[in-house]
């Protein structure tokens, strides 16, 4: 069954010794549309810290019991590396952009807000920051192109069934009144632009959502309103 990444989000990673952990984001390549890393809040209510660790060290996700398992104890987890290791485009743009007007740096977490960015510009990053590695959040509300126009707001990631593989983006088509969600393949991708919030295809042929077999719990959006998809 296919499921939703923002299903997936909501759903907690489990330590070999019982202990769960909220899922902050996946990461994934985008040539290969495959999720490599899981960004964890490892810490407790007194001290958040967040790690990051790759999928190699965690089961596929469990949709009976709504789990993911980590092949990994609690200490385990907590000793991962922090999640500021590994930086994803739209973070190395961010630090890019303070560098380059010269803004403060001393918190990491320090995020520049959208009206400040100058208007479909990318700044040179690090030589050894992977040009590919994305934040499936933040490509949340990304404009889906065609060519030359404008289809609809990317709204979420349709995870093939038993991999960490990306097979479709859900996209919202329509207008404020009424909006549908439609499914392209990922490999109609062409590019995705940080500068310019914009996700571009190849061509646009869409699926609709109830032509594909999704998994119990699965929340889509169709038609301005939330539904289950069982």
């Not at 499921?3 to 899922?23: F, N």
């Not at 960004?39 to 660790?53: C, M, T, Y």
Request: proline share 6%; charged share 20%; glycine share 4%.
């Amino acid at each position: 069954m296919f499921t939703s990444l923002t299903t997936l989000v909501k759903i907690p990673l489990v330590t070999t010794d019982g202990e769960e952990h909220q899922v902050c984001s996946p990461l994934f390549d985008d040539r290969s549309w495959t999720i490599c890393f899981i960004v964890v809040d490892a810490g407790s209510w007194f001290s958040r810290r967040r790690v990051v660790i790759r999928t190699s060290a965690i089961d596929e996700p469990d949709w009976t019991k709504k789990v993911i398992a980590a092949n990994l104890t609690h200490q385990e987890l907590v000793r991962c590396a922090d999640a500021s290791s590994v930086k994803p485009v739209s973070q190395q743009q961010q630090l890019a952009l303070k560098k380059y007007f010269g803004w403060p740096d001393s918190e990491p977490r320090w995020y520049v807000p959208a009206a400040l960015v100058p208007t479909q510009r990318e700044f040179p990053v690090q030589a050894n920051d992977d040009p590919h590695l994305r934040n499936t959040m933040d490509l949340l509300g990304y404009e889906v192109w065609s060519t030359d126009r404008r289809v609809g707001i990317l709204s979420d990631f349709i995870m093939e069934p038993n991999s960490w593989h990306i097979k479709y983006l859900s996209v919202k088509v329509g207008d404020w009144v009424y909006r549908e969600e439609r499914f392209v393949h990922t490999l109609t991708v062409q590019s995705i632009s940080w500068g310019m919030h914009r996700v571009t295809l190849t061509s646009w042929s869409p699926v609709r959502s109830h032509t594909l077999p999704f998994g119990q719990d699965t929340f889509m959006e169709t038609s301005g309103r939330s539904m289950v998809r069982t």
